[in-house]
Nanobody, 123 residues
């Protein structure tokens, strides 16, 4: 499994960014795709997850109503649309893949990871 994340950048508070994660190496039916983020000096934290086949989504509380996770099965790509960005959203964002339930939020629940993409939100 290969995951390639892209789309990070520098944005002002209140702005938007869309991250992409291109997945390859197998079929992902029944898999869960997720986004995590890691700020400097902090743990890697769960942001959102989505089921590949039905598109059901789950979010951490701090991003509910601002972030939207989605997937395009034809392109084997998962997206994270981030709106109303805040300086606290500044982090390296990672996409991850694994099998199991939608509500898996631990880093160890996901065996496959992409490289990170930096998101910086200025105040």
């Amino acid at each position: 499994v290969q995951l390639q994340a892209s789309g990070g950048g520098l944005v002002q508070a209140g702005g938007s960014l869309r991250l992409s994660c291109a997945a390859s190496g197998r079929t992902f039916t029944n898999w869960i795709m997720a986004w995590f983020r890691q700020a400097p000096g902090k743990e890697r934290d769960f942001v959102a997850s989505i089921t590949w086949n039905r598109g059901s989504a789950y979010y951490t509380n701090s991003v509910k109503g601002r972030f939207t996770i989605s997937r395009d099965s034809a392109k084997n790509t998962v997206y994270l649309q981030m709106n109303s960005l805040k300086p606290d959203d500044t982090a390296v964002y990672f996409c991850a893949a694994g099998e199991g339930s939608l509500w898996r939020t631990r880093r160890d629940d996901y065996p496959h990871w992409g490289q990170g993409t930096q998101v910086t939100v200025s105040s």
